[in-house]
Antibody, heavy 119, light 107 residues
């Protein structure tokens, strides 16, 4: 069965960077896009960006352009999201999500990783 | 950038009642890239509806989606106790967007 397993919770200071991993299993990793979505406390879901796991091409949200980097390691079936210059407003649960082919819907999600930014 | 606005913000209903949730897009969107998600506290979102009206795998038939253009609807015909949650609409465009959510709570 398809599973996306994310790395554990992080606590970071303002200005630092965080890197969250998302290990996929149960399907051919390179044939699906992987997206990252975050959710600040009590807020709506916010799309951050995505990576074509096959060729590594990426696209990022305009709001986060320049601070977010998404990469992948096909040999490990793992996608990564790194966010730099952290601010308190970046405190959120970060999710990876696989796109259902041809529909643009996120059919499988990771369990979420809480990133807390606090001095 | 397309903005998705959901209404109402909160829906207070009893088990067995019908729930009707709305999502309006700021401009016409392709229904084939429109979906609905359910989220319970402490959990990741769960895909319910894709392509505006197709139920995802394992989703009960009491959930249905409809709509096109700028107006979309999620209907839950008879609320079960496990259906009380927050529901988000979503459009997968060049910059995917989510609505602000509708909370379905027990009356």
């Amino acid at each position: 069965q398809v599973q996306l397993v994310q790395s554990g919770a992080e606590v970071k200071k303002p200005g630092a960077s965080v890197k969250v991993s998302c290990k996929a299993s149960g399907y051919s990793f390179s044939t699906y896009a992987m997206h990252w979505v975050r959710q600040a406390p009590g807020q709506r879901l916010e799309w951050m960006g995505w990576i074509n796991a096959g060729n590594g091409n990426t696209q990022y949200s305009q709001q986060l352009q320049g601070r977010v980097t998404i990469t992948r390691d096909t040999s490990a079936s793992t996608a990564y999201m790194e966010l730099s210059s952290l601010r308190s407003e970046d405190t959120a649960v970060y999710y990876c999500a696989r796109v259902r082919a041809g529909t643009g819907s996120f059919d499988y999600w990771g369990q979420g990783t809480l990133v807390t930014v606090s001095s | 950038e397309i903005v998705l606005t959901q209404s109402p913000g909160t829906l207070s209903l009893s088990p067995g009642e019908r729930a009707t949730l709305s999502c309006r897009a700021s401009q016409s969107v392709a229904g084939s890239y429109f979906g609905w998600y359910q989220q319970k506290p402490g959990q990741a979102p769960r895909l319910l509806i894709y392509g505006a009206s197709y139920r995802a795998t394992g989703i009960p038939d009491r959930f249905s989606g409809s709509g096109s253009g700028t107006d979309f609807t999620l209907t839950i015909t008879r609320l079960e106790p496990e259906d009380f949650a927050v529901y988000y609409c979503h459009h997968y465009g060049s910059s995917p967007q989510f609505g602000q959510g509708t909370k379905v709570e027990i009356k």
